[in-house]
T-cell receptor, first 114, second 113 residues
C-alpha cells in the first residue's frame, strides 16, 4: 500500500532561519508529489508539485522542493522563514492508476518564533 | 474565477442521524474528491467522482456515499452518524486527468453529539 511519512510532527524555527520539512513515500513507481499548506480552520493550498523532469521544483511563497528518487524523498525547503509561514504542511502523493486520489502524510506543524 | 465552495461550513448532528454535504467545484473542473480530516487519522481519502462516475473509493464503510451531478457539483452523504464521524470534510476539485492540481474548499466542520 502507498504511504507517506512526515517524520517531524512539530518544528520550531526562528524568523529568518532556513527551513526543511521532510517527506518520504513508499511506492514502486514514481508518483506525483505535492506539498500543501493549511492554516487553522482553512482548506489546503498547493505550494508546489512534481510530476517529472527537473527534480528541483519551485513553488509559491518562496518554497522549493527536491525529488530524490534514490531516497524516495521530496523535502520542502525555504531559505528564510517569515512569521506568516506558521501553519501545518502536508506532503501528498498521487498515482496515475488511481485518478486524483491523494495519499497524505500526517503533517508537520511549523511554529515560527520571533 | 470562483474557488471551490462547500456548504454548509458547520454542522451539528445527533448520533444516528444522516447528513448531506455539498461541494461546488471550480467551473470547468470535472473531478471532485472528498477527504475526511481528523486529529487522530489525519487526511483520508473518501472517494473521487469524475463525470458523474465514482472513479476511486477509499476504505470507509458503506455509510459514506456520494454522487456527482451533470454540472459536476457533488454531494456526500453519511448515514447513521457515529461520534467518530466528527471531522472536517474537505472537497477537492480538479480538471480531471490523474495528477492534475487539486484545489480544496474550506471544508465542512461536522460535529456529531
Amino acid at each position: 500500500a502507498q504511504s507517506v511519512t512526515q517524520p517531524d510532527i512539530h518544528i520550531t524555527v526562528s524568523e529568518g532561519a532556513s527551513l526543511e520539512l521532510r517527506c518520504n513515500y513508499s511506492y514502486g513507481a514514481t508518483p506525483y508529489l505535492f506539498w500543501y499548506v493549511q492554516s487553522p480552520g482553512q482548506g489546503l493550498q498547493l505550494l508546489l508539485k512534481y510530476f517529472s523532469g527537473d527534480t528541483l521544483v519551485q513553488g509559491i511563497k518562496g518554497f522549493e522542493a527536491e525529488f530524490k528518487r534514490s531516497q524516495s524523498s521530496f523535502n520542502l525547503r525555504k531559505p528564510s522563514v517569515h512569521w506568516s509561514d506558521a501553519a501545518e504542511y502536508f506532503c501528498a502523493v498521487g498515482f496515475m492508476e488511481y485518478g486524483n486520489k491523494l495519499v497524505f502524510g500526517a503533517g508537520t506543524i511549523l511554529r515560527v518564533k520571533s | 474565477k470562483a474557488g471551490v465552495t462547500q456548504t454548509p461550513r458547520y454542522l451539528i448532528k445527533t448520533r444516528g442521524q444522516q447528513v448531506t454535504l455539498s461541494c461546488s467545484p471550480i467551473s470547468g473542473h470535472r473531478s471532485v474528491s472528498w477527504y475526511q480530516q481528523t486529529p487522530g487519522q489525519g487526511l483520508q481519502f473518501l472517494f473521487e467522482y469524475f463525470s458523474e462516475t465514482q472513479r476511486n473509493k477509499g476504505n470507509f464503510p458503506g455509510r459514506f456515499s456520494g454522487r456527482q451531478f451533470s454540472n459536476s457539483r457533488s454531494e456526500m452523504n453519511v448515514s447513521t452518524l457515529e461520534l467518530g464521524d466528527s471531522a472536517l470534510y474537505l472537497c477537492a476539485s480538479s480538471f480531471g486527468p490523474p495528477g492534475a492540481e487539486a484545489f480544496f474548499g474550506q471544508g465542512t466542520r461536522l460535529t456529531v453529539v
